[in-house]
């Protein structure tokens, strides 16, 4: 962060809220010419500080998915187990967020699932699948999303 400027972080902060926001109408937020704006915005991508642009999507309208908070232990912490364990949560749809964490459990992750039987059914692939090293599976169902992620607060 001390790479950047007052300008850079509110370009960050605007983005983070208002992503569909024209360069012409962030120029002017900004208070810079559409140029040097879209010259900004271009660094700050190229340097990794953006890393993608997305639309936020409303989970409760496509269909009733079921929201889960699940932490797993693995059996061993060697590398080879975790990076099996990950390449497979990468892989996985329902996966919508997954964690390396320290303290009772090593990963955290938000699954996305159509039911309590696909959540069943995924987690028991996880658990009988002696390559990963799933040695416990906990899980928490999201009753209400009481603050979604919107984005990091920029200093």
Same mark, same amino acid.
């Given at each position: 962060m001390k790479n950047?400027?007052?300008i850079d972080r509110q370009i960050l902060a605007i983005l983070q809220q208002e992503g569909r926001l024209t360069n012409q109408a962030l120029s002017e937020r900004v208070a810079l010419s559409p140029r040097a704006c879209l010259e900004r915005v271009r660094r700050l991508e190229k340097a990794g500080y953006i890393c993608g642009y997305m639309a936020l999507v !409303?989970?409760?309208?496509?269909?009733?998915?079921?929201?889960?908070?699940?932490?797993? +232990? =693995?059996?061993?912490?060697?590398?080879?187990?975790?990076?099996? %364990?990950?390449?497979?949560?990468?892989? @996985?749809? !329902?996966?919508?967020?997954? %964690? =390396?964490? +320290? #303290?009772?459990?090593? *990963?955290? =992750?938000? =699954? @996305?699932?159509?039911?309590?039987?696909? *959540?069943r059914d995924l987690t028991n692939a996880w658990t009988d699948d002696p390559t990963l090293g799933v040695e416990r599976?906990?899980?928490k169902p999201e009753l209400q999303t009481?603050?979604? %992620?919107? #984005? *990091?607060?920029i200093p």
């Amino acid at each position: 962060m001390k790479n950047l400027d007052r300008i850079d972080r509110q370009i960050l902060a605007i983005l983070q809220q208002e992503g569909r926001l024209t360069n012409q109408a962030l120029s002017e937020r900004v208070a810079l010419s559409p140029r040097a704006c879209l010259e900004r915005v271009r660094r700050l991508e190229k340097a990794g500080y953006i890393c993608g642009y997305m639309a936020l999507v !409303e989970p409760r309208k496509l269909g009733g998915l079921l929201t889960i908070v699940v932490e797993v +232990s =693995l059996r061993d912490q060697s590398a080879a187990t975790h990076a099996r %364990f990950e390449a497979r949560m990468r892989a @996985a749809d !329902e996966v919508i967020e997954c %964690f =390396l964490v +320290s #303290g009772a459990c090593d *990963y955290v =992750l938000r =699954l @996305a699932c159509r039911s309590l039987d696909h *959540y069943r059914d995924l987690t028991n692939a996880w658990t009988d699948d002696p390559t990963l090293g799933v040695e416990r599976i906990a899980s928490k169902p999201e009753l209400q999303t009481v603050k979604p %992620f919107r #984005g *990091y607060p920029i200093p």
